[in-house]
């Protein structure tokens, strides 16, 4: 049996794609900066017990570690500012692959999503660590995007947010799918680094290389809080 491979490894692996593939971005014209603007909101992507604690087939990586420091730094220059701030999750009515009227719709025939039971509370309730307070909207979708198919774009607008600093998990599909659709919103697109996550080793690398050439501005915690902490609600 082959061993995996040692993280270290993998992530200079990584880089050395990353480097040659920047020069290609680069010559082409790619990994323009969209910058930040007047009226920030926080998306915070399916940062949910099914995916934020050990046991579920959606738990992450680098939770407790990296991810919820991260998004409690955030929140609290949202809070200290009065942003908007917006707590995604996801759970389905009827997990009952059977179902032929299913809220899944044929997502099931890829991922588990059926292990995302509303009557659960449990396993779609936010993380109490980084839980909402009052005023803050916690939305509930049935797709990948947080755009697909809610009332999101609308409520941003009507809050008269400009930039959306996406977070949560997962790198390769939730947070990658909102950031893109944010974007085709009219949104600036702001990817946090530290505050996204992903299952796979190397995931997170690679889609954000990714996302930061075509679809968002990645930037750090630190540099994301000073701008939180420089506009007004």
Known sequence: ?????DPAELDKILQQAFDASTKIYK???FARRIGFGKRPALISVDLANAWTRPGNPFTCEKVDEEIIPSMQRLLRACRDNG?????????????????????????????????????????????????????????????????????????????????????????????????CDGLAEGFRTIAVREAIGDRVPGAVAWNLYDIDAKFADVESTDTCVEYLNSVKG
């Open 1 to 5: 049996m082959d061993k995996p491979l």
């Open 27 to 29: 010559e082409r014209g």
């Open 83 to 179: 942003h908007v701030v917006v707590h995604i999750t996801t759970a389905y009515q009827s997990p009952n692959r059977q179902d032929p009227h299913t809220d899944m719709g044929m997502w099931h025939h890829k991922i588990p999503i059926e292990a995302v039971d509303l009557k659960d509370e449990h396993l779609w309730a936010i993380d109490s660590r980084i839980a909402p307070i009052e005023g803050e909207y916690v939305l509930m979708k049935k797709r990948a995007s947080a755009f697909s198919g809610t009332p999101l774009a609308g409520y941003l607008r009507s809050c008269g947010v400009d930039t959306i600093l996406v977070t949560g998990v997962t790198a390769t599909a939730c947070v990658r799918t909102t950031i």
